[in-house]
């Protein structure tokens, strides 16, 4: 009884209690939220594609961060760094085809999903033989990155919103909507989506699989480089960035592995979930001590939940099976 | 010209099934187990120091093993069965747990019996996590399994009755003998813990050979292929999958143990990561799927191979410092990964097998 | 077809290299062989590389100003662990038939590893104030040292500075003081001291535990702050977690002044990352940053400008790079203490570990080395591994590390007992824990 009290009332109690907290832990739970969808959209952008679950999405997350941040500290001026670091991802894209998933074409997918645990070692040896194995301070200022925050009186009490995460927030709509235009209105889009629907048939009209591969990585990677930039602005560039990669990874089992919507609704969903879990509802029901730090597993739970009752994701596509 | 068969024959159903039916392969096996048991004396013997001796078993050869057996748990699962799992870590650490819990409660027991015994503990727990496995298929799957790995982790650091309240956080492995030898513990030599995990790994081999010949291993084989298929054949997917993750478990969490008991003498949970569950799964993929022989030479390119990079500049006398070793050894591990892949997807196994029937044909070329 | 040879010819090759291990070189004779197991590399590579480069300029200095110790050359050899447990205990492996005098493992885990292995191999094990706060009790672990404090007297020296700024000890009661930790062993070591402390003073104890995979993801552990208000943070966290902390804290608006970091939390760029609203944060530390010290000069001088150092010219004197000086001060005090003990030029482990139960470096030293001011007096006994020395409080000013207390006495009173209790437990968990029979030198 007291258990059931605990999960029914006892969070929504504390919740109405403090409604400036809830509404602060709702919009840490919406930022954290997109950008977890920030890097799910990279490996949806690349599973859509080539069927590749690409691992190699986080290190090329913190990759994209230390070649801005290295650039700018040789001395080159913020936004040519951007640009260079630009170039960087096409030409990373370029050589993951040529040696990797060219040589790997119709091979089962896990061995592609081997193949970009490879790529993700050599990157994380290559990155830190050229930049160091140094955490960086991202050049957000530079970049013209707003800082500080936004105080709004709400309940009675304060709701401060981090100018950084309102950006991040209208950057990863603003790349969404992008994106969601090149693949509707564009001819490369459209090429991307025949490629995503079948191979096959995608060649026989003459598609080019391999330079649809190139622009998709190359996609993944600015996706990556953006990423970069925000969660390097809300701590540092780091080689501990790519554990964040993980977190991901719920995010794209509840959204589905093929839907851009659905990475951004499974991101917002495990975001606020994870956030309200951690805050009001762990400490209710596994008591104080116990009930903290739950964050590492909590996200996996809920997907896991919704995956019981949709296997293929909220928006995946359904799984039909034949013999 | 020397590796072939003509001239032997079959004359039993038996017979023709064994799992190393040539007689050359018999030879073959027979030195390999001499090898391993003579290896502890090679430093008695005056072929390499002492610490060379020391080195090559308590750095090399136990870990080795204690690897192999964990990929062959995730092998049995993966490779046989079709379930991709990330969580081998959290079973591996379930595993260390119950063996530190029981030879607490119970310090009398022989440590052996309660390492195997600890197996059972973690076949439990990786049933219990193998349930959604009956809904949920592929990359799906193994994103399932992460809860494992990250919750079963959170365990080992929160619940400080798994750790007997240590003040450490982390579990250490108290003296125990087997016959008066010390078997666990400082005091315990490489050469009496190199014979005891030697002894368990080639025996859990052994049965998992018999496993996956036999009606269990066909079982898992045709789920793998396509389980609707097999189901319509009359498989019971419930109890094969879930014999798949007891038996996986079971192996990894003797992994585990041996990991914990016979090689550290100790742990953090952090012993336990994610990265060693990523760890396995390479050893599995480059190694071989569903090959038991593969698993072996997976744990041995990917955890000595890095090794022996390490050791090479130093011995060829380049001046390299030891962080640019490092990167190099990733970008070189990540680039072997990739490159055997491009080579031989299914691994060094079908390898090894190309290479045995190249032995038979030769010196012809068919 | 001749791809798949290759790939055949690789596959043996690596098989066979893995067998075929090369041998160990030995080191010269008439060397000390002193082992760095450093890590350049990992995710705690921002905290692990000046400190490593600390510890390999300072002997590199002694060697090439004073020709090594005692007219004996050090060979200094580094071997990377990555901060993973794995890689230590084989970088041990690896270099334990050199003949080493001490170890320094650099990451709690290696260190909880190779606890039992010293004993029995020999070779003393220095984890300065970090690794097992228990094996300072030296009766249960003569060959383990971890001067010059614990983490518990990290954080009773914190508490004492709380009162000190609130007014004294009686002002505690009632207070809210948060313990911002990686969830981790390493993270959670003050617990049961702060727990003891908070019963007595009675001030409420708040946990935010940081699991390791979200310590650049630490949102919902400054809601919860948010919620609670603690007065103080006492901050144990390592690598990417502090940098995160400093920032989040400043978004949160928690005041950056009450924010207390453990001495591993008091990096330069832990603090940098935070910006100019980073002013203010403080950490324990147990010597000084900065480049104005004799003993940093003769660095600079010895192995910095004739391109022996690593480490970025401008960068030399951060605070963990000094931290590494600090620490191979000690290593290197402890070999001339154990030539001065048995009389010999080149010393073993086992003469080493006499030479730290005999430590005792003065104010008079301390100025002898080029360190005046640099840190505190050192002092260890056959019993007390640790000393449970004075540690300072500094604060960030915003560019560098300031002192901005005196030198504060941990509440060694409290400290002590619990640190006997725990050697004790440890020893009797660990059934066959060998009895300390290890003689004891008169300090000289």
Redesign the interface.
């Known amino acids: 009884m007291e258990l059931l009290y605990n999960i029914f009332v006892g969070p929504f109690a504390e919740m109405a209690r403090?409604p400036d907290?809830l509404v602060?832990?709702l919009w840490?739970?919406l930022?954290?939220g997109v950008l977890y969808a920030l890097i799910a959209l990279g490996f949806v952008l690349i599973f859509k594609a080539s069927g590749v679950?690409n691992f190699a999405q986080g290190i090329m997350v913190v990759f994209a961060g230390l070649t801005l941040v290295g650039l700018y500290e040789a001395g080159v001026p913020a936004f040519l760094a951007l640009l260079i670091t630009i170039g960087v991802m096409f030409a990373l894209a370029v050589c993951i085809e040529r040696?990797?998933l060219r040589?790997?074409v119709n091979?089962?997918?896990?061995?592609l999903?081997?193949?970009t645990?490879?790529?993700?070692?050599?990157?994380?040896?290559?990155g830190?033989?050229v930049f160091?194995?140094?955490?960086k301070?991202m050049i957000a200022d530079e970049l013209y990155l707003p800082?500080g925050?936004v105080d709004l009186p709400m309940f009675g009490g304060l709701v401060?919103l981090?100018k950084i995460d309102i950006a991040a927030a209208v950057i990863a709509s603003a790349m969404v909507a992008g994106l969601a235009v090149f693949f509707q209105k564009t001819r490369i889009g459209r090429a991307l989506r025949a490629v995503a629907d079948s191979h096959k048939a995608a060649l026989s009209v003459g598609i080019s699989l391999n330079q649809i591969w190139v622009i998709v990585w190359f996609t993944a990677g600015i996706v990556a480089l953006a990423t970069g930039i925000m969660?390097g602005a809300?701590?540092?560039v780091?080689?501990?960035?790519?554990?964040?990669a993980?977190?991901a990874?719920?995010v794209?089992?509840l959204g589905g592995?093929t839907s851009v919507p659905g990475a951004i609704v499974g991101g917002l969903i495990i975001g606020i979930g994870?956030?309200l879990g951690?805050?009001y509802f762990a400490p209710a029901i596994l008591g104080s001590?116990?009930g903290?730090?739950?964050?590492?597993?909590l996200a996996?739970?809920i997907?896991?939940a919704f995956?019981?009752f949709r296997?293929?994701?909220l928006f995946g596509e359904k799984?039909i099976?034949r013999? | 010209m020397f590796y072939r068969e003509a001239g032997q024959f079959k004359t039993t159903y038996a017979a023709d099934m064994a799992v190393f039916p040539i007689l050359q392969d018999k030879i073959g096996i027979a030195v390999i187990v001499a090898a391993a048991v003579l290896l502890p004396f090679l430093g008695a013997a005056g072929i390499v120091s002492p610490q060379t001796q020391n080195f090559l078993l308590q750095v090399v050869a136990i870990p080795f093993l204690i690897f192999s057996l964990a990929s062959i748990g995730l092998n049995l699962l993966t490779g046989y069965t079709g379930l991709?799992s990330l969580g081998t870590a959290g079973f591996m650490g379930v595993g260390a747990y119950a063996c530190y819990k029981l030879t607490t409660y119970f310090p009398g027991v022989n440590i052996i019996v309660w390492v195997l015994a600890s197996g059972f503990f973690a076949a439990g727990i990786g049933v219990v996590f193998g349930l959604?496995s009956l809904?949920?298929?592929?990359?799906?799957l193994a994103?399932?399994t992460?809860?494992a790995q990250?919750?079963l982790?959170?365990c080992f650091i929160?619940?400080p009755w798994l750790y007997n309240e240590n003040a450490s956080g982390a579990i250490e492995v108290p003296q125990r003998t087997l016959l008066g030898v010390p078997v666990t513990g400082p005091t315990a030599t490489a050469e009496t813990r190199y014979f005891v995990v030697l002894a368990i790994v080639a025996g859990l081999t052994w049965i998992a050979s018999n496993l996956v010949h036999g009606r269990i291993g066909r079982s898992w084989m045709a789920v793998r292929d396509?389980d609707?298929?097999a189901e319509?054949m009359g498989i019971k997917l419930f109890d094969t999958k879930l014999l798949a993750f007891a038996v996986s478990s079971f192996y990894c969490g003797v992994a585990g143990a041996l990991l914990v008991f016979l090689w550290y003498g100790g742990a953090e949970p952090e012993v336990f990561s994610?990265n060693q569950s990523?760890l396995i799964?390479?050893m599995v993929?480059?190694g071989g799927?569903g090959s038991l022989v593969g698993s072996y030479f997976g744990a041995a390119l990917i955890y000595i191979l890095p090794i022996v990079l390490r050791l090479l500049p130093e011995s060829l006398g380049i001046p390299i410092g030891g962080?640019?070793i490092?990167?190099?050894?990733?970008?070189?591990?990540?680039?072997?990964?990739?490159f055997f892949?491009?080579v031989e997807?299914h691994g060094l196994a079908r390898l090894w097998q190309i290479g045995k029937q190249k032995l038979r044909t030769w010196p012809f070329p068919y | 077809m001749s791809l798949r040879r290759i790939a055949i010819g690789a596959a043996a090759a690596a098989l066979l290299g893995g067998t075929a291990l090369t041998t160990v070189p030995a080191a010269a004779q008439e060397t000390i062989y002193v082992p760095l197991l450093t890590y350049?590399?990992?995710?705690?590579?921002?905290s692990?590389?000046p400190i490593a480069d600390g510890m390999h300029d300072y002997l590199r200095m002694l060697n090439e100003r004073d020709g090594g110790i005692g007219g004996v050359k050090l060979a200094i050899e580094e071997c990377e662990t990555g901060y993973d447990t794995k890689k230590g205990v084989e970088c041990y492996e690896a270099t334990k038939g050199k003949n080493p005098v001490m170890y320094n493992p650099y990451s709690t885990g290696i260190t909880l590893q190779l606890i039992p292995k010293a004993a029995v191999d020999k070779v003393p094990l220095l984890s300065m104030a970090y690794g097992l706060s228990a094996s300072a009790d030296g009766t249960v672990f003569p060959w383990i040292f971890n001067p010059p404090a614990t983490y518990w007297d990290g954080a009773s020296v914190f508490i004492r500075y709380v009162a000190e700024k609130e007014g004294g000890f009686n002002k505690l009661k009632g207070k809210k003081i948060g313990l911002l930790h990686l969830?981790a062993p390493y993270g959670k070591e003050p617990i049961p001291l702060l727990e003891n402390l908070a019963r007595q003073y009675e001030f409420e104890l708040k946990?935010?535990?940081?699991?390791?995979?979200?310590?650049?993801?630490q949102?919902?552990?400054w809601?919860?702050v948010?919620?609670d208000r603690p007065d103080w943070i006492y901050l144990q966290g390592w690598?990417?977690m502090n940098?995160?902390a400093v920032?989040e804290a400043v978004?949160?608006?928690f005041p950056i002044g009450k924010l207390v970091g453990v001495w591993w939390a008091g990096g330069d760029?832990d603090a940098?990352?935070g910006?100019p609203e980073a002013k203010g944060y403080k950490s324990l530390d147990f010597h000084a940053a900065g480049a104005d010290f004799p003993v940093i000069k003769d660095i600079q001088k010895h192995v910095v400008d004739k391109g022996l150092s690593k480490y970025p010219k401008d960068k030399i004197g951060d605070n963990l790079y000094n931290r590494g000086v600090y620490n191979s001060m000690l290593i290197a005090e402890a070999i001339r203490n154990a030539q001065k003990v048995t009389g010999k030029k080149v010393v073993t482990g086992e003469e080493v570990r006499r030479g730290l139960e005999t430590l005792n470096i003065t104010e008079a030293r301390l100025k002898e080395l080029g360190m005046e001011g640099f840190a505190a007096p050192v002092r260890v006994s056959c019993e007390d591994h640790n000393g449970h020395h004075k540690v300072y409080v500094a604060e960030w000013d915003g560019t560098k590390w300031t002192k901005s207390t005196d030198w504060i006495e941990p509440m060694k009173d409290k400290v002590r007992p619990l640190i006997e209790a725990a050697a004790k437990d440890y020893a009797a968990k660990n059934t066959g824990w060998p009895k300390r029979t290890e003689t004891c030198d008169r300090p000289s």
């Open positions: 403090a907290l602060q832990t840490e739970g930022v954290s679950f040696a990797v040589p790997l091979q089962p997918d896990i061995i999903f081997m193949a645990f490879g790529l993700t070692y050599f990157l994380i040896g290559f830190e033989l160091g194995g140094n955490p301070v800082k925050a401060s981090q969660w809300r701590s540092d780091s080689f501990a960035l790519q554990i964040i993980l977190k990874l719920p794209l089992i592995f994870e956030k951690e805050f001590a116990l903290r730090g739950v964050e590492s597993w996996y739970f997907a896991l995956l019981l296997p293929q994701g799984i099976e013999i | 991709l959604p809904r949920i298929k592929g990359f799906y994103v399932a992460l809860a990250f919750f982790q959170w929160r619940i396509m609707i298929a319509l994610i990523f799964l390479f993929i480059i799927l962080a640019t490092e990167h190099l050894t990733f970008m070189i591990v990540g680039a072997l990964i990739i892949l491009i997807p | 350049r590399t990992g995710p705690f590579a921002g692990g590389i969830d946990l935010y535990p940081v699991p390791a995979q979200d310590m650049q993801n949102g919902s552990v809601l919860n948010r919620r690598g990417a940098p995160t920032k978004k949160a608006g760029d940098r990352a910006g």
